[in-house]
């Protein structure tokens, strides 16, 4: 089709489209030549918690984001916590891995289990690979427990091989469950999961209405920071820590390497099982971000752990903080990747029956 309209007129549409083809090319340097400080000046971030209000997850996403923008390039105007809970933490793992915005302005947390689910397969699709995240840190790690009411049978990690344990179990992906299973399968614990409870917050409140007689992996941290009476008061039985060095606080409580594992083979595939206890309260960035945002990201969040109003404030909270860096974190998931195939298949076989 002939465009019939006299020349005179068509060169000024002609000048038209190239002055804005010109235009759009100098936005488009514009925005690459932005800086970090330039990008984060006045915005709004978010903070994706995997968990629910109230919970130890979201007590330290909270903490973080009343700290971490002061010590963003361009200080932004505020981090806002958005929690989303489903599917023992993949709901929110899935958003910040396929759909949160990929420039650094979303970070979130994840259960601590989760980024060894491509390992070790915990009966979810796993449609992310934990090394394209690009990992900040912990903000601290720790040890998690066995625990059972006072009133409970089962008072020692002996009796879990003998006695039936109903535990609460808050998803089919989340450490709660996972954990059962696996040492069900692995060493041959007894066990029995009661699902459906949103939290290990709710399980707690169950575990004293006499729903169910314990916790199987409950962090010490969260224990101090959620029912801090509870052991002094005697109202839990504290079976064993998972760690690979006994907590501080809890030098008498053994290991669960210690009282549980029979064999050698058993031992290796308990240390694979308890890795995540490293990177206890992961946050994390989206894949793909630009370098630069990337790194100021990585050392903003390192920075707030230092904060002296940061530090003030988990202390008041009873949220122990200890750093354990992004790239720590990285290597960690790479060594745990590379553990012995026949180890991996056991534990895998253990957590999946």
Same mark, same amino acid.
């Given at each position: 089709?002939?465009?019939?309209?006299?020349?005179?007129?068509?060169?000024?549409?002609?000048?038209?489209?190239?002055?804005?083809?010109?235009?759009?090319?100098?936005?488009?340097?514009?925005?690459?030549?932005?800086?970090?400080?330039?990008?984060?000046?006045?915005?709004?971030?978010?903070?994706?918690?995997?968990?629910? *209000? @109230? +919970?130890?997850?979201?007590?330290? &996403?909270?903490?973080? =984001?009343?700290?971490?923008?002061?010590? $963003?390039?361009? /200080?932004?105007?505020?981090?806002?916590?958005?929690?989303?809970?489903?599917?023992?933490?993949?709901?929110?793992?899935?958003?910040?891995?396929?759909?949160?915005?990929?420039?650094?302005?979303?970070?979130?947390?994840?259960?601590?289990?989760?980024?060894?689910?491509?390992?070790?397969?915990?009966?979810?699709?796993?449609?992310?690979?934990?090394?394209?995240?690009?990992?900040?840190?912990?903000?601290?790690?720790?040890?998690?427990?066995?625990?059972?009411?006072?009133?409970?049978?089962?008072?020692?990690?002996?009796?879990?091989?003998?006695?039936?344990?109903?535990? *609460? @179990? +808050?998803?089919?992906?989340?450490? &709660?469950?996972?954990? =059962?299973?696996?040492?069900?399968?692995? $060493?041959?614990? /007894?066990?029995?999961?009661?699902?459906?409870?949103?939290?290990?917050?709710?399980?707690?409140?169950?575990?004293?209405?006499?729903?169910?007689?314990?916790?199987?992996?409950?962090?010490?941290?969260?224990?101090?920071?959620?029912?801090?009476?509870?052991?002094?008061?005697?109202?839990?039985?504290?079976?064993?820590?998972?760690?690979?060095?006994?907590?501080?606080?809890?030098?008498?409580?053994?290991?669960?390497?210690?009282?549980?594992?029979?064999?050698?083979?058993?031992?290796?595939?308990?240390?694979?099982?308890?890795?995540?206890?490293?990177?206890?309260?992961?946050?994390?960035?989206?894949?793909?971000?630009?370098?630069?945002?990337?790194?100021?990201?990585?050392?903003?969040?390192?920075?707030?752990?230092?904060?002296?109003?940061?530090?003030?404030?988990?202390?008041?909270?009873?949220?122990?903080?200890?750093?354990?860096?992004?790239?720590?974190?990285?290597?960690?998931?790479?060594?745990?990747?590379?553990?012995?195939?026949?180890?991996?298949?056991?534990?895998?076989?253990?957590?999946?029956?």
């Amino acid at each position: 089709m002939f465009d019939r309209r006299p020349k005179a007129t068509l060169m000024p549409i002609a000048r038209a489209g190239i002055t804005v083809a010109a235009l759009a090319a100098c936005f488009a340097g514009s925005a690459a030549a932005q800086s970090v400080a330039e990008f984060y000046q006045g915005k709004s971030m978010t903070l994706i918690c995997y968990s629910t *209000a @109230g +919970s130890t997850y979201d007590l330290y &996403s909270r903490m973080l =984001a009343r700290h971490m923008p002061n010590h $963003v390039p361009g /200080k932004p105007s505020s981090m806002i916590v958005k929690n989303m809970v489903g599917a023992g933490g993949y709901t929110a793992t899935r958003f910040l891995y396929h759909t949160a915005p990929k420039d650094g302005s979303h970070i979130g947390n994840i259960s601590r289990g989760i980024p060894f689910e491509p390992l070790l397969g915990g009966g979810q699709v796993v449609d992310f690979d934990p090394l394209k995240f690009y990992w900040l840190g912990s903000m601290s790690r720790e040890s998690a427990l066995t625990v059972t009411w006072h009133t409970s049978q089962v008072k020692t990690a002996a009796d879990l091989f003998t006695k039936e344990l109903l535990v *609460a @179990g +808050s998803g089919a992906g989340a450490d &709660s469950e996972i954990i =059962a299973k696996a040492l069900n399968g692995l $060493v041959g614990t /007894k066990y029995k999961i009661i699902s459906g409870y949103t939290s290990l917050t709710v399980a707690a409140l169950a575990m004293e209405r006499g729903e169910v007689e314990g916790i199987a992996y409950w962090s010490w941290g969260a224990i101090n920071t959620n029912k801090p009476d509870w052991v002094p008061d005697k109202k839990l039985n504290l079976l064993f820590q998972t760690a690979m060095t006994p907590h501080p606080d809890i030098p008498n409580v053994p290991l669960a390497v210690d009282v549980l594992a029979k064999t050698a083979e058993d031992r290796q595939g308990l240390e694979l099982l308890f890795a995540r206890d490293i990177i206890a309260r992961p946050f994390l960035a989206p894949p793909d971000l630009p370098a630069d945002r990337a790194k100021a990201l990585r050392a903003a969040f390192e920075d707030s752990l230092k904060d002296p109003a940061l530090l003030a404030e988990a202390g008041k909270a009873r949220a122990e903080i200890e750093l354990v860096s992004g790239d720590e974190i990285e290597k960690l998931l790479i060594k745990s990747m590379a553990t012995p195939p026949a180890v991996v298949e056991r534990l895998r076989n253990a957590m999946n029956r």
